[in-house]
């Protein structure tokens, strides 16, 4: 698959998952007594899988039956952009305020989504691209 049809496509997997992500959030922060850091970490949890599922069939397209071994390496790529996401996100709250948790965190996804698709392509789903060819 081409560049820029994967740079299309994990952005397509990437806005349903960050919807998800923050639409959780907001919810939560919404309904019950968390906070947005609280949040963001239920939000992040409810992504992952739709993430995975999305990147793996759609935007590498390598995968024909998924694996543990991927959903793991998958999982630790997003879980290490997810501690940059929760460190970025409580200075920006601290500096910007609680008030606009939901703008800190949509700038705050977007510049994570770089780091997850550079490390998928590179590391999550390269295996799968070789066996492919």
Known sequence: ??????LLM?????TVAALVHLSMVWIIVSATE????QANIVGFLGALNISYLGHSRF?????KKLSIKTFA???IIASTGFL????TYYYGLKWFGVAFY????????VMVAVFTFVFSKLWVFAISEHVKK
Do not use: D, R, S, Y
Request: hydrophobic share 60%; charged share 10%.
């Open 102 to 109: 939901m703008p800190i965190l949509m700038v705050v996804l």
């Open 10 to 14: 994990f952005l397509m997997v990437g």
């Open 73 to 75: 390496q998958f999982a």
């Open 34 to 37: 968390l906070g947005p850091l």
């Open 1 to 6: 698959m081409h560049l820029k049809k994967e």
């Open 59 to 63: 935007t590498f397209n390598k995968l």
């Open 84 to 87: 940059v996401n929760q460190i």
